[in-house]
């Protein structure tokens, strides 16, 4: 069997959860006087909880103690999980499911790589848990993307060589970590962002299932 990894990013892959970061991190920003714009939040995408705010912190110019940081993350969480409480299937991102199914029956290695740890929860409650035979997610990696950590043990889980692997990421860090693993890149999105992709495609809708059988028989 022609057994391949299909690695998924989760946040702007599979479901738009970037806009409840983009608000739970809006509302830290405006309590510190920052002006946090949807071109700022652009350089969050993929990026762990922690650089993320030093990153928002850094466009204030605001020094703050482990013990204030430790606060914000805090309530930046609690907020982003306030908004996921009434998340379902109708959430999943056009085109994604019909991704999932074939890949599923064709019996496809399909793993989750997210810097999220909400992705369980959000799997969960959106009802596609069963698709996926791995899931990597913030709680299983120590390093944030660009370094490929969460795909190298997404493809090592699944066994398969980081060569017979495949990732579908919605941002710069996460494609250049692809490209890292030497794994094949598809970017989901914005060309001008995604252009070190080794293919784009604005989302799963212009994505036709033959793209898929032909990577499979790679």
Partial sequence: MNKKAFIFDLDGVIVDT???HFLAWQKIASQ???EFTPEHNEKLKGVSRVRSLDIILELGNIDA???EKDQWLKQKN???LSYLVNMDYSEILPGVMPVLEYLKEHNQGIA???ASKNARPILEKTGILRYFEVIIDGNDVSNAKPDPEVFLQAAQKLGIENAQSFVFEDSEAGIQAANIAGMTSIG???AQILHEANYIFRDFTFMD???I???IKK
Avoid: M, R
Wanted: charged share 20%.
């Fill in 209 to 211: 299932l033959h793209f």
């Fill in 188 to 190: 989901i999105g914005d």
């Fill in 78 to 80: 609690e907020d982003y």
């Fill in 112 to 114: 989750l790589g997210s």
């Fill in 32 to 34: 510190l006087g920052i």
């Fill in 65 to 67: 103690s482990q013990v």
């Fill in 18 to 20: 970037a806009k409840y």
């Fill in 213 to 215: 059988e032909s990577l």
